[in-house]
């Protein structure tokens, strides 16, 4: 079974400063997808980033860039130059290609970005 | 833009009550989904749908059940409602075998509250 950690429950930045969130999956698929979801106070979550296991470059994003490191099983999320409107909670996500699979979350870490 | 609708933002029910819980796509989605979302659990897959008529169990389906009559529609029932079924109820949807490429699409949400 896949298995998603965020080791990591809140997290606060200052305006336009970087932060590092951590995630951390567990799978026995050759062919698995990974995401960083946002879901702001509005509740609405937002895909921010995916990456393709069998990709070796990182997924970048605009402010937003994965570091797969897929021996070690970690897939964080940098924000660069945070913004007051990345406030939200993020949720890593993992996905198999091969058993039309279903999104396992994580349990999500909240960031406060602070003017 | 695809639109994943849930018909209720917030809910409050009686303990015992039949409770139903609607969504809606627009964008001919082949799965749809229902997670439940609670702080420090993350969001867990209650039942999901590859098709009309088609469901099959998440991780926590007791106490719950689904009705996929159209291709759009995906309800989300609960037979009897308790106090523990207090909860945020998301909705989401994605293409057969493309869920991997764009991830899934989700509602806002709805805030059920079970007195």
């Known amino acids: 079974a896949q298995t998603v950690t965020q080791s990591q429950p809140e997290m606060s930045v200052q305006e336009a400063e970087t932060v590092t969130l951590s995630c951390t999956y567990d799978?026995?698929?050759?062919?698995?997808?990974l995401f960083w979801y946002k879901q702001p106070p509005s509740r609405q979550m937002i895909l921010v980033i995916r990456?393709?296991?069998?990709?070796?470059q990182n997924a970048t994003e605009n402010r937003f860039s994965v570091n797969f490191q897929k021996a070690a099983k970690s897939f964080s999320l940098k924000i660069s130059d945070s913004q007051l409107g990345d406030t939200a909670m993020y949720f890593c996500?993992?996905?198999?290609?091969?058993?039309?699979?279903?999104?396992?979350f994580g349990k999500g870490t909240k960031l406060s970005v602070k003017p | 833009d695809v639109k994943v609708t849930q018909s209720s933002r917030y809910l409050v029910k009686r303990t015992g009550e039949k409770v139903f819980l609607e969504c809606v796509q627009d964008?001919?989605?082949?799965?749809m989904f229902w997670y439940r979302q609670d702080p420090g659990l993350g969001l867990r897959l209650i039942y999901f749908?590859?098709?009309?008529?088609?469901?099959e169990k998440g991780d926590i389906p007791e106490g719950y059940s689904v009705s996929r009559e159209k291709k759009e529609r995906f309800s989300l029932i609960l037979e009897s409602a308790s106090t523990n079924q207090t909860s945020m109820y998301l909705c989401?949807?994605?293409?057969?075998?493309?869920?991997?490429?764009?991830?899934?699409?989700f509602g806002s949400g709805t805030r059920l509250t079970v007195v």
């Open positions: 996500a993992s996905l198999s290609r091969g058993s039309q699979g279903n999104l396992i």
């Open positions: 989401a949807s994605s293409w057969a075998w493309g869920g991997e490429v764009n991830g899934y699409t």
């Open positions: 990456q393709e296991a069998y990709k070796q």
């Open positions: 749908s590859y098709d009309v008529k088609m469901k």
């Open positions: 964008m001919d989605h082949e799965n």
């Open positions: 799978t026995s698929e050759s062919n698995y997808y």
